[in-house]
């Protein structure tokens, strides 16, 4: 264990012995820090947070902070953050509150570029990009692959699905459908994610699949109801429509259109 001698730990907290933390760090009660992690200087951990192994976090991040929720009256709430991820300056991640089912979570590989926001029970996936400010309100959903560009804003509440992309400055106030390119304000739908889908091993055969939805769904008319059972047709032969399917089938604030 590497712990500069200006760093303050308090004795409730759990350090694993390959952890590093750099000057001026705070390190409070109730915080576990797993194996390899590198804790910079200046940064702030409160707690109930978890921290697993092989995480980087910059200068100046705020993480495991009481929620910016007027409801929080102190109640147990956590946050979680897993592996391998990389946390740059001036981040904030927030617990979770008892409304929010009181955890915030943060999955693996994930990179949170500087002035990133994840308010209270934001639910964070794997191997997502959140470029330089873009935020998160309450409530939010990012799924696997998903990628933010800069200066992102989501609405409390909403989904962005798998592999799917928000171009810089989007303002998003419903769910983003797996795939989906979105972008401006109020975020609107501008094809599909290919290059990503290329990048991640997609084969032409289900990009060209996937093409085919999104025009299902927005080129041709459809009622939303009426697209899923188009995608229904698609994905007998074409598995990785599936998603498009459960997604829409599940989402509480309706999807972009």
């Not at 009660?29 to 992690?37: R, Y």
């Not at 956590?78 to 955890?103: Q, S």
């Not at 692959?145 to 609405?155: N, Q």
């Not at 599909?192 to 084969?203: D, Q, V, W």
Request: charged share 20%; net charge negative; proline share 4%.
């Amino acid at each position: 264990m590497t712990i500069d001698s200006t760093a303050i730990i308090d004795s409730k907290a759990s350090i694993d012995a390959d952890v590093t933390i750099g000057p001026y760090s705070v390190v409070g009660p109730h915080v576990t820090i797993e194996a390899g992690s590198k804790i910079g200087p200046h940064v702030v951990i409160n707690g109930p947070t978890h921290i697993g192994k092989n995480n980087t976090i910059f200068q100046f991040a705020s993480i495991g902070e009481v929620p910016q929720d007027k409801k929080f009256h102190g109640e147990e709430s956590k946050l979680i953050i897993g592996d391998g991820n990389t946390i740059r300056e001036f981040v904030t991640i927030n617990r979770g509150t008892a409304d929010g089912g009181g955890t915030t979570k943060i999955g693996n590989d994930n990179w949170l570029m500087a002035y990133i926001h994840v308010a209270h029970d934001c639910q964070v996936g794997n191997n997502t990009i959140f470029s330089n400010g873009a935020s998160l309100a309450g409530h939010a959903i990012v799924d696997d692959h998903a990628i933010l560009g800069g200066f992102t804003l989501v609405h409390q509440f909403c989904h962005i699905g798998t592999h799917a992309f928000c171009g810089m400055g989007s303002a998003i106030s419903k769910d983003v459908p797996p795939y989906i390119m979105v972008n401006g304000n109020p975020a609107h739908p501008h094809g599909i994610n290919s290059e990503g889908l290329k990048r991640n091993g997609f084969s032409k055969e289900a990009i060209k699949a996937i093409k085919e939805a999104y025009k299902t769904i927005y080129r041709l008319g459809f009622t939303v109801e009426t697209a899923k059972a188009k995608l229904e047709e698609i994905a007998v032969s074409q598995s990785e429509v599936k998603p498009l399917i459960d997604f829409i089938d599940n989402s509480q604030r309706g999807i972009v259109r």
